[in-house]
């Protein structure tokens, strides 16, 4: 038997379809293409960490529930003691053990373009994944739209992410609300972004059984911790817990987060920096002849370069050291499209020059 014969026989054809998400190699590269904090901490900060990392048990198993980290996050966020908050290790996990809870026959639906997280898993898992595309003019919910879809198929689950990545823009709240009210299953609203926005649905938990409000320490700066979170109806968290792998989340990112979320006031100023700096990039980008820059909500702003031209200027970025996310290829909406994480002050300047030199070639 061929290797190729074995790996056909044994894997499903949903993952024999699907190819690995890819990461970039960004060594040696201005790096603004993964929408992370720039930020570091001082010393001081970080001899304090290490000094609550010193007793740290590596020889025992982690808290399975992380119940200190879980008190800390609700207490940061705001979150009511009547919800329950499931942790997973990133964003990712959680999309996943939600989905995994569902049967087979269970239909997805989100928005295109949206985070590619939410298809990846569900062609993974063989669900029916359903995506409808943005208002090309706002990027904003086709609400009529996506009431069709909830009707005709009548979703599991409807991912929402707010602010929508990879467009940074808010769904009109009205809309949302709509979209929750009208569907048959759980409405996910991912608040990945929350930091940089001034919304949030964690305060309307308590208004709708079914809506989940999930977010993430990585864009706050937490990103190498990979913690994720969501906060619901404690019988919904219940199901889930089910699936959860034990001990998910190890004792270093446990002691680590609780730490950091302890400290959310230097989060507090460096989130204030990016927002300041995001405003000067959009201004300085839209200035620029030929791009189009879209406002955001959140630590990125997506642009539009003249029509053909993304990937020659993605290309000749990274000649000029800049590492920034080339989203034309996934055509659409995104067609000629590019994307830059708010950077520290210097790196947007490179940023910056390196796209005007890249326009004069």
């Known amino acids: 038997m061929s290797k190729n014969d074995l790996i056909t026989r044994l894997f499903r054809p949903e993952v024999l379809a699907l190819s690995a998400y890819h990461v970039a190699d960004a060594a040696g590269f201005i790096?603004?293409?993964?929408m992370e904090n720039p930020y570091s901490w001082s010393d001081d900060v970080k001899q304090q960490w290490l000094a609550a990392l010193k007793d740290c048990e590596l020889n025992r198993y982690p808290d399975p529930e992380a119940q200190q980290l879980n008190a800390t996050i609700k207490r940061v966020n705001g979150i009511a003691d009547e919800f329950e908050v499931l942790l997973g290790n990133g964003s990712d996990e959680i999309i996943q053990l939600l989905l995994m809870a569902l049967p087979q026959t269970a239909n997805v639906l989100s928005t295109t373009p949206?985070?590619?997280?939410?298809?990846?898993?569900?062609?993974c898992l063989g669900l029916d994944y359903h995506g409808v595309p943005l208002l090309a003019d706002s990027f904003?919910?086709?609400?009529?739209?996506?009431?069709?879809?909830?009707?005709?198929?009548?979703?599991?689950?409807?991912f929402l992410a707010y602010p929508n990545n990879p467009t940074g823009n808010l769904f009109s709240e009205a809309a949302i609300v709509e979209i929750i009210n009208a569907a048959h299953g759980l409405v996910v609203i991912d608040e990945a972004y929350a930091p940089f926005a001034d919304a949030s649905f964690m305060n309307r938990l308590g208004q709708y059984s079914n809506l989940l409000v999930m977010r993430t320490v990585s864009k706050l700066g937490l990103?190498?911790?990979?913690?994720?979170?969501?906060?619901?109806?404690?019988?919904?968290?219940?199901?889930l817990h089910k699936i959860r792998l034990p001990y998910n989340i190890n004792i270093l990112t446990q002691v680590s987060a609780n730490f950091a979320l302890t400290h959310h006031e230097i989060f507090d100023q460096q989130t204030q920096a990016i927002c300041s700096d995001r405003a000067l990039v959009l201004a300085q980008l839209n200035a620029l002849e030929g791009i189009t820059a879209y406002p955001s909500a959140a630590n990125f702003i997506l642009f539009r370069t003249p029509q053909g031209r993304a990937t020659e200027i993605f290309l000749s970025l990274k000649q000029q050291g800049v590492l920034i996310k080339n989203l034309s290829p996934q055509a659409g909406l995104l067609s000629d499209c590019l994307r830059v994480t708010i950077g520290k002050p210097e790196e947007n300047a490179a940023f910056l020059t390196a796209v005007q030199k890249s326009l004069e070639s």
Do not use: C, T, W
């Not at 904003?140 to 409807?158: F, G, K, R, T, Y």
């Not at 911790?225 to 019988?235: I, K």
């Open 114 to 123: 949206s985070f590619v997280m939410y298809k990846q898993i569900s062609d």
């Open 223 to 239: 990103a190498g911790l990979r913690l994720g979170y969501m906060a619901g109806s404690p019988a919904i968290i219940e199901q």
């Open 31 to 34: 790096k603004l293409d993964a």
């Open 140 to 158: 904003d919910l086709d609400v009529s739209a996506m009431l069709a879809v909830i009707n005709e198929h009548q979703p599991s689950v409807i």
